[in-house]
């Protein structure tokens, strides 16, 4: 009894710290390029820089989204309904980089936005939360951006928020894309 005794009290916490370890930036970009790919349905809510600057008005699109692996990263692919007869397309390389704690996205052939990621230490099978920081221009005037990328088995939440460029005001909601896969997770079978 004693011998079992000791040899649980030697496995089992070998066990639980080999189920809690960080995966390798390998895995984690692995997983989430598994997670992420195929096909998502949802919208884009963006706020409408029409309006006076005063304005909390948003505008929502119908959006779709298709993620597939390309040797380069992910091509995430949008088509938006943008009205009785406009549809607009999109078409952005995403390339995460746990290893340096980085996100790049390019999109049209444009040259890439690079951001800081935190969250990757948290990432589980391809799951949880990111916070991108990076700079750029928000209504043609240099600004901070921050991204919250939620990733769920069958959700996928990007809300973007903005600031100008140096300024220590809080961020303001810029836009949002909330997608839901388009199939149905599959069901246990019934025994």
């Known amino acids: 009894m004693r ?4 040899l649980c009290t030697l496995v089992f ?4 710290s080999a189920q809690t ?7 984690t970009q692995s997983d989430l390029t598994q997670a992420l790919a195929g096909d998502w349905a949802g919208y ?4 409408d820089y029409s309006e006076p600057p005063t304005s909390t008005k948003r505008v929502q699109l119908p ?3 298709s993620i597939a692996p ?3 990263g992910q091509s995430w692919h949008y088509i938006y ?17 746990p290893a340096d704690s980085t996100y790049s996205e ?11 990621v935190t969250g990757y230490q948290a990432i589980r099978s391809g799951r949880g939360q990111l916070i991108l920081s990076g700079t750029g221009t928000d209504n043609d005037k240099p600004s901070e951006t921050r991204v919250t990328l939620t990733i769920r088995r069958n959700l996928i939440d990007m809300l973007e928020e903005v600031r100008p460029a140096g300024s220590t005001a809080p961020f303001v909601f810029r836009h949002r894309y909330i997608f839901t896969r388009t199939h149905p997770p599959a069901l246990p079978a019934a025994h």
């Open 3 to 6: 011998s079992l005794l000791l």
């Open 13 to 16: 916490p070998s066990a639980l």
């Open 21 to 27: 370890a960080p995966a390798s930036a390998a895995q």
């Open 44 to 47: 884009l809510e963006y706020r």
């Open 63 to 65: 959006t779709w989204l």
């Open 70 to 72: 390309t040797s380069a």
């Open 81 to 97: 309904d943008d009205g009785p007869t406009k549809t607009v397309e999109e078409t952005d390389l995403v390339t995460f980089h």
């Open 106 to 116: 390019s999109d049209n052939g444009k040259p890439a936005q690079t951001y800081q």
